[in-house]
């Protein structure tokens, strides 16, 4: 079975593929202190509640927080006895590799949704990622990544909010029942969710100015279906995106291998 592994600046996601579907997905905080033995610990207790054997014989990782993976590797090594496959090292081929400037590097989440959004929808895509930060990827015609956008994230907007001004509370995001709130925390709630949604039309329309050709906007992240409700723009809302793009670009590196 392969372990699909999608360490975030907030949250890592392990989800257990068994070559027709995911068995399981399971979240635990982003930490780059916790060791091999504790990622085995609370891995195989979960599985262990799902009944799902810990029969693990491929892993593939994609990470935002260099720091994590060493553990990782050592998780890989120490239990499952197999080397990870790590998006964005030279190791890790692509099916299509990114189009941007010389040296310039490019997140491996953003391949990651790159390659699955291609797959799913063919080219000329934007895909909208709400994570830590929301992120906009532009997929070309033939599956490259070409490019985006990152902005900051709707809980990092929301946290610098309350951190600078010393009057105004910690909220969270939900999508408020007016744009004109009566009280400070309908008022926050309001700026940044509708904030959002015009940052999110903003970028989308000009993005599709630029690239002159219509274009598909899929969305991810666990903030996605809660800002479908305030927008059209969305063409679908997928929240398994990250893990079919690790799946597929297991699978094409394996097939290179074989090859």
């Not at 000009?206 to 927008?231: D, Y």
Request: net charge negative; glycine share 10%; with cysteine.
């Amino acid at each position: 079975m392969l372990l699909c592994i999608d360490c975030g600046n907030t949250n890592t996601v392990f989800s257990v593929w068994d070559g027709t579907r995911f068995l399981c997905t399971l979240r635990a905080s982003t930490e780059h202190q916790r060791t091999a033995d504790q990622y085995y610990v609370w891995l195989s207790t979960l599985m262990e509640h799902y009944n799902i054997e810990m029969n693990i014989t491929e892993v593939i990782i994609s990470s935002t927080v260099p720091r994590v993976v060493f553990n990782l590797r050592v998780l890989c090594s120490r239990y499952f006895d197999c080397r990870p496959l790590v998006v964005g090292k030279p190791e890790c081929a692509l099916p299509v590799p990114p189009r941007v400037d010389q040296g310039a590097t490019v997140g491996p989440d953003r391949l990651v949704n790159t390659a699955a959004g291609f797959d799913r929808h063919g080219g000329d895509l934007i895909l909208v990622d709400f994570g830590t930060a929301t992120t906009f990827d532009v997929v070309d015609i033939d599956g490259a990544y070409i490019g985006g956008a990152i902005a900051p994230g709707v809980n990092l907007s929301l946290e610098a909010l309350h951190m600078a001004a010393a009057a105004l509370p910690h909220v969270d995001i939900t999508m408020p029942q007016t744009a004109i709130g009566t009280n400070t925390v309908a008022c926050m709630q309001s700026g940044v969710y509708w904030g959002y949604v015009g940052l999110v039309e903003g970028i989308v329309r000009q993005i599709r100015k630029e690239h002159g050709r219509q274009m598909k906007v899929i969305a991810t992240g666990g903030l996605a279906p809660l800002f479908e409700q305030g927008t059209d723009v969305f063409d679908s809302v997928e929240d398994d995106l990250t893990m079919h793009g690790l799946v597929l670009i297991n699978e094409f590196n394996k097939k290179r291998t074989d090859g």
